[in-house]
């Protein structure tokens, strides 16, 4: 009898753990939403503030979905609150609407967004570690749990869409932004490529990723293609703002494809059947 109780209280905690393993998830993935419109709104941004007026209205509409993302996420208010990261982010995103109407310094409010993203990341790493989302049972992160690294390079290329929007835009076209895009640019060709290589190697995740990892990969070409043109003309920049934006949008989007198809995969029957 005894042995029988405590095969269905091992199988409740089980299903326990499961349930609160899909919470996680389903929370991760309305963060990463959020993230995504956050970095979308830090290139139009920091293009209309360098002077790019064309970009205004495409701002406010994804304004309007970092709102609609933040009222979906505050459902999940009061565990959030346990995760430090989280607490800046509202505060900070309200910053950035005062200072905007402030008519802060594009630079500044630059920042802020970068300060909401990094907060954004911080909230998603500590949720997966704490569901054992990234590890699954294992000692190091497993090919499945590659999310969060796919996650953090879409900030890389996040940072390069806002700083070369704005020199497109000509008016942040200075020496301090173009270091800056330099810099991005070698961050972006030395850790951006290699887990998109990773996933190709895995057995179990090579036939399924091997066409969004293709695609991911020459849309990094394109990308870096594109900075390269901002960083050789200095005087005049060899693409449209808009052009440059969409560019890098398309990298963007590709490695967050790849995140969500990582995502799919926990959240499928029997994929958290881990210790």
Not at 185 to 194: F, G, L, T
Not at 222 to 245: E, I, T
Request: aromatic share 4%; glycine share 4%.
């Amino acid at each position: 009898m005894a042995l029988v109780l405590e095969r269905i209280s091992s199988r409740r905690r089980t299903v326990q753990k499961r349930q609160r393993r899909l919470k996680a998830l389903e929370q991760i993935r309305l963060l990463r939403l959020l993230l995504e419109q956050v970095q979308r709104h830090r290139g139009l941004c920091f293009g209309v503030m360098a002077g790019e007026s064309s970009l205004e209205s495409q701002r406010w509409k994804v304004e309007a979905q970092v709102n609609h993302c933040l009222e979906a996420v505050a459902v999940h208010e009061g565990s959030l609150f346990w995760y430090t990261a989280w607490h800046p982010v509202v505060p900070i995103w309200e910053e950035i609407g005062a200072q905007r109407q402030h008519h802060a310094s594009a630079e500044a409010v630059l920042q802020l967004h970068h300060r909401m993203a990094d907060h954004l990341i911080n909230t998603i790493e500590a949720l997966g570690n704490r569901h054992d989302l990234l590890c699954l049972g294992a000692l190091a992160p497993q090919p499945q749990g590659m999310w969060l690294e796919l996650l953090k390079n879409t900030e890389l290329l996040g940072r390069a869409r806002a700083v070369g929007t704005g020199i497109a835009a000509r008016r942040q076209n200075s020496a301090l932004q173009h270091q800056e895009l330099q810099r991005l640019r070698e961050q972006i060709n030395s850790q951006c490529y290699q887990p998109l290589a990773r996933l190709c190697t895995e057995p179990l995740l090579r036939l399924s990723m091997e066409k969004p990892v293709r695609a991911a990969e020459e849309s990094l070409d394109s990308l870096l293609a594109a900075v390269d043109l901002l960083l050789q003309s200095r005087d005049k920049p060899g693409l449209p703002s808009n052009r440059y934006f969409n560019i890098a949008t398309q990298a963007i989007s590709a490695k967050l494809a790849i995140v969500d198809l990582l995502l799919d995969r926990l959240q499928a029957p029997g994929a958290l059947a881990f210790r």
